[in-house]
């Protein structure tokens, strides 16, 4: 949070990954907001998980939440395996779309699933959503000039890569 202090044109995507992690944060997302470190549009929630963006937007109601979306076939895995009531992945399609996008800001969605048909559907039917990328680590076919040519710029908002050395090709 420390380089985001007076900075107000650098946006901090915070993923949400673990179980529970929003017990511990949300005080301490609570003190920097309130101590000035950080202002509240500058920081993005995101996960897979989607009841935990729910509560982090309960107790921070003016953050933006980015809900997470898997590629096909992810939608039946289990987000912590360990737990025996473990959420799924939600799959990145315009049903799995519909159940949170009017609770988010921001639909994450892999670069392997965008398409044009896609892009246009969320557009039509939610002109006020905006989409980020995220390019997964293991996706080496993902070409930015690809992208722009066949989906509005308009909607993407933003591109995030797990690994750094993609950004070159961004």
């Known amino acids: 949070i420390e380089l985001f202090t007076n900075t107000p044109n650098k946006i901090l995507n915070i993923e949400l990954k673990s179980f529970g ?35 982090m937007k309960e107790n921070l109601p003016n953050v933006q939440i980015g809900a997470l979306f898997g590629v096909k076939g992810d939608n039946i895995k289990p987000i912590y395996p360990w737990l025996d009531n473990s959420p799924v992945y939600q799959e990145c399609n315009m049903n799995d779309i519909a159940k949170i996008v009017n609770s988010v800001d921001y639909l994450v969605l892999p670069a392997s699933q965008i398409t044009q048909q896609l892009t246009h559907d ?49």
Do not use: C, G
């Open 21 to 55: 992690v929003e017990t511990a944060l949300i005080p301490y997302i609570k003190k920097a907001f309130d101590n000035k470190k950080i202002q509240t549009n500058q920081v993005i929630f995101s996960s897979f998980n989607h009841s935990t963006l729910a509560k």
């Open 122 to 170: 969320i557009e039509f039917n939610y002109p006020d959503i905006h989409i980020i990328i995220w390019v997964s680590s293991h996706d080496e076919s993902f070409i930015l000039a690809t992208l722009k040519k066949d989906i509005p710029n308009s909607i993407i908002k933003a591109i995030i890569v797990n690994n750094p050395n993609q950004s070159s090709k961004i």
